[in-house]
């Protein structure tokens, strides 16, 4: 088709319907869907590329075949051109737009690589209908935060591993880690240890003084707790730890923070107490 002559006439309306004219292309309206076929709605009248308008429905199709035997294929929304409130226009599986329900509340709109989807916000953050984010309660944790601000980690120590003697149980010299070492040129900073022992049965024997320390073998960067008050009472205990401040403590880098007694307790017969622990701290570059 020949369309220099719109180009050239394009502020000519009369330019325009001649060309169309000429080439059996125009916009075309019906009352109702249009019929294909030899017999079809504008047959031998409507040339490939005729846009026709079903005013009933609202709906646009194009001739897709022949002037003698036209094809008309809708185009656009499969079913109507009005459009529900809320509503917007998807493509779907066929490559054709149609009517997507977008209204639902709280929700957004999220493409998945193939489709456009309507889905709820779950997980730590919920949105509201006016588009309001809010974090649930107990949803940030220690891990999502940067390592300068205070961290929490917690764990347990069982029957067996407070009398246990080796490398990383309770009765051994360097005592149980709470938190591993934190890499080259990094140290740890306790601010406060939480103790909870649990009496069970019989008290531990033995035992000794038990501090926060730096780990494999370092100095004691808290006050103690005796045995007697803590995992060698005949009751349950509850303590907490803080850090020195009768001097400076030497910073070590790339050292972990120990629970360690100065003398190991020992099994009775029936000794069955566990101790639960909190420990809060934070991370400092040191440059060496």
């Known amino acids: 088709m020949a369309f220099n002559g719109v180009i050239a006439n394009r502020l000519n309306p009369w330019a325009w319907l001649r060309v169309l004219s000429n080439n059996d292309l125009a916009v075309l309206c019906n009352a109702g869907a249009p019929t294909s076929g030899t017999s079809g709605t504008f047959a031998k009248k409507a040339g490939p590329g005729t846009l026709l308008l079903d005013y009933t429905n ?39 737009a149609a009517a997507y329900d977008a209204n639902d509340s709280g929700k957004i709109l999220v493409g ?36 300068g601000i205070i961290q929490k980690v917690t764990g347990t120590i069982s ?52 501090t926060l320390n730096w780990g494999a073998g370092g100095a004691a960067l808290t006050g103690l707790v005796s045995a007697a008050n ?13 850090p020195l401040s009768t001097a400076g403590i030497a910073i070590v880098s790339n050292a972990s923070l120990n629970l360690v007694s100065s003398a190991a307790f020992t099994q009775p017969g029936t000794a069955a107490g566990t101790i639960a622990w909190e420990l809060w701290y934070r991370t400092m570059a040191v440059g060496f």
Not at 79 to 94: E, W
Not at 115 to 143: F, P, R
Not at 230 to 242: I, Q
Request: no cysteine; glycine share 12%.
């Open 58 to 96: 609202k709906v646009v199709y194009l001739n897709t075949n022949t002037k003698a035997s036209p094809t008309w294929t809708a185009i656009g929304p499969s079913t109507s051109l009005a459009l529900a409130r809320g509503f917007i226009f998807r493509g779907n599986s066929s490559g054709v």
């Open 230 to 242: 803590s995992v060698g009472a005949a009751s349950s205990k509850a303590v907490m730890f803080f």
């Open 159 to 210: 029957s067996a591993n407070i009398t246990g003697t080796s490398a990383g149980q309770f009765g051994h010299a360097n005592g149980v880690v709470l938190q591993a070492a934190p890499g080259a040129s990094v140290a740890l900073q306790p601010v406060a240890l939480g103790m909870y022992y649990t009496f069970a049965t019989a008290a531990y024997t033995a035992g000794g003084n038990i």
């Open 112 to 147: 998945d690589g193939t489709d456009l989807n309507s889905v709820a916000v779950t997980g730590d953050v919920t949105i509201s209908s006016a588009g309001v984010t809010a974090i649930g309660a107990n949803k940030v944790l220690s891990s999502m935060l940067d390592t």
